[in-house]
């Protein structure tokens, strides 16, 4: 196990009727708010009208960013930023999933920052202090709710990057599981597909003598499993929703499950290059690429993957060579995807190999990528083309 430094400031309020503890939450930070969210459906809903009134109840000065992009764009974090100076703003609030937080987050570093908020994608800084957060979790999916990652497209220059501070971690988290009853089941199995890879990421590690690590990783994959066919069959079942939306904070919120590993996270890198040209929801990208990663890096540590097979997926070793097993755990990771409704391939999502090259040379533009197994321009092409 390897040295390590934990901290998550985040405050989490987990429950039924949770909104309703927004003004007691906002009320230490300042009155003056800026309230990010995506394209509308926070008004459909009626969570909007409970937020303006939570804001009103301690006669909040509320200005508002709209229209957040699914892959969201740097233009519209620079027009939060300008927003948040013009108008003096002491909270940002951001009301909806991994997107609309990052977003937010992208805003809350920037606006203390002297240059341009693409420099920290560009590696030319690192934010040193933030306005404070809040947010209100609608979609289970990306953690953002409880770290400091977040993830922005450059649509300009055809680019999607992520950084990451401590400063970006949001103050307090609202997850209400009811908030996710009238997500698209589109989006729900793409935060499906999002929490897993997350865990995925962390769990395919060389670090050694890491056994309660590995199990967090094997728990949350199992929950998630057992809930998501009920959650998307029955949008209003409430545990089943409760414990994806759990599974989806606890994959991600600072490292917690895999504190003293070494994570990889090739396979987000090489998704932001596919997302960043053609502008696919993230989790789809992930059900495409994750399984054809798998099958080109498992011989690197074939007892990891014998490990995934039989403890999450019950795979039974009996009358099986290793090799045999860990393919059979791949196999059923796609199965899973596919059985919930995800993409398999590429060309599902309409994309073809026109840009292979293009995207495997952006992948590793700042050096080889992954842990687990290092990779390379020609190993990155290899799985977009196995992805095809």
């Known amino acids: 196990m390897l040295n390590f430094t934990f901290q998550n400031p985040t405050k989490i309020i987990f ?6 503890q927004l003004a007691e939450q906002v009320k230490p930070f300042g009155t003056r708010v800026l309230l990010v969210y995506g394209g509308g459906s926070i008004k459909r809903t009626g969570l909007y009208d409970k937020v303006i009134e939570q804001l009103k109840s301690i006669d909040a000065a509320v200005f508002e960013l709209p229209g957040v992009e699914p892959n969201p764009r740097v233009t519209t974090v620079r027009k939060g930023i300008d927003i948040c100076r013009k108008e003096d703003v002491q ?14 987050k992208a805003i809350a570093v920037g606006v203390p920052y002297e240059g341009d908020v693409w420099d920290f994608f560009e590696r030319k800084a690192q934010p040193a202090s933030a306005l404070p957060l809040g947010t209100i979790l609608t979609l289970s999916a990306t953690g953002s709710e409880a770290n400091g990652n977040f993830v922005i497209s450059n649509w300009e220059l055809k680019l999607k990057r992520g950084s990451g501070s401590q400063h970006a971690y949001p103050r307090f988290s609202i997850l209400d599981p009811e908030l996710t009853y009238t997500v698209p089941r589109e989006h729900v199995v793409n935060g499906i597909v999002d929490m897993m890879s997350h865990v995925f990421e962390q769990y395919f590690s060389k670090t050694p003598n890491t056994p309660l690590q590995e199990r967090f990783c094997e728990s949350i994959l199992q929950t998630v499993i057992e809930n998501a066919e009920t ?17 989806g904070t606890m994959a991600l919120n600072g490292g917690q499950i895999s504190l003293g590993m070494q994570g990889d996270w090739a396979t987000h890198e090489i998704e932001h290059q596919v997302s960043a040209i053609y502008d696919i929801a993230h989790g789809a990208g992930l059900a495409i690429i994750f399984p054809n990663w798998m099958k080109y890096v498992y011989k690197e540590r074939v007892d990891r993957f014998v ?6 997926w019950n795979i039974d070793p009996a009358g099986k060579s290793d090799e045999e097993v860990a393919l059979a755990g791949i196999e ?11 993409p398999a391939t590429l060309s599902d999502v ?36 196995m992805s095809l």
């Open 15 to 20: 429950g039924k009727g949770t909104v309703s």
């Open 91 to 104: 909270l940002i609030l951001a009301v909806g999933g991994g997107s609309v937080i990052d977003a937010a």
């Open 231 to 247: 959650a998307l069959a029955k949008p209003t079942d409430y545990d089943a929703r409760a414990n994806i939306m759990w599974c």
């Open 307 to 312: 490990q995934y097979a039989t403890r999450v």
């Open 332 to 342: 059923a990771t796609r199965e899973f995807f596919t059985r919930i409704g995800a």
């Open 350 to 385: 309409g994309i073809g190999d026109e840009h292979l090259d293009q995207m495997a040379a952006e992948a590793v533009r700042f050096g080889p990528i992954g842990q687990f197994k290092e990779l390379h321009q020609e190993d990155v092409k290899e799985i977009l083309r």
